[in-house]
C-alpha cells in the first residue's frame, strides 16, 4: 500500500515552512501564488529562489539584458511582498540557458539548507512537449537537491547542515493530484501578477482572463521522505 500524502493542504499544521525554486520572475505568481498566500497568511515563511533574473524576457531587440534583468528582480521584489515573502534570492543565471549541472544542484541544496522547509513548490519536470527548457531543468534539479542530495550529510558538505524536506508539490505537469481552491485570495493573486508589468500587455485583459481560469491551482505531489 502506497504511503499517504504528507500535506493534506496549505492549512495543515504540521506544514511550517515552505520554500519555491523556480526559474525566471513571475513564475511562481503565474503557478503558484494563491498557495503562496494561503501559507503567508497563517504565517507560515515562504522563501523564493530564482534561478535567473529573466534577461530574455522581452522582445524588444533594442533592448540590453542586463536593464532586463534589473526590471524583472524588481518586479519579483514587488510582487514577492504582496504574497507576503520577504526571503527572495537571484541566481541570475542567463536566461533560457539552464542546464543540468552539478553546480546547479548545489545552488539549490543550499537553497533547500538554508530555507528549511517542509514543503518544495517547484516545477513538474514531466511535462509535455512544448515547455519551457529552464522550466523543465529546474523541476529536475530541484528534485534532485531535495532528495537526496540536501538530507545526505556527505553530500554537498560544505553548503549548510542537512535537511530533509517532507513532500514536493510540482506544477505545470500533466498528471495533478492535488487541486488547491484559491478564489478567497484570487484578487490578491492577480494584483502580485500585475507586478510583472514588464511582462503584461493589457491588464484589464488578464483580470478577466485569471478570474475565469486561476481559482483552481494544481500539483503533483512527490513523497520525498
Known sequence: MARPKVFSGPDDPRLKRALCIVAH???????????????????????????????????????????????????????????????????????????????????????????????????????????HPDHRVVGRVALDAAWPAARDPLTFPGLGSPHETAEAWCFGGPAPDLELDVSEVLERKIAARLEHRSQTGSAGQLRHRWRAIAAIERFHRVDLR
Open 25 to 131: 520572475p513571475d513564475d511562481i505568481e503565474f503557478y503558484c501564488a494563491g498557495a503562496v498566500l494561503r501559507l503567508t497568511d497563517r504565517g507560515v515563511p515562504v522563501a523564493f529562489h530564482v534561478a535567473t533574473s529573466g534577461d530574455k524576457g522581452t522582445r524588444d531587440a533594442s533592448q540590453a539584458p542586463e536593464a532586463v534583468a534589473r526590471t524583472r528582480e524588481a518586479e519579483q521584489l514587488a510582487a514577492a511582498r504582496l504574497l507576503g515573502v520577504t526571503a527572495v534570492e537571484f541566481g541570475r543565471h542567463p536566461d533560457a540557458e539552464l542546464v543540468e549541472t552539478l553546480a546547479l544542484r548545489g545552488e539549490f541544496v543550499a537553497a533547500i539548507r538554508r530555507a528549511r522547509p517542509d514543503l518544495l513548490l517547484t516545477f513538474d519536470p514531466t511535462p509535455g512537449y512544448r515547455y
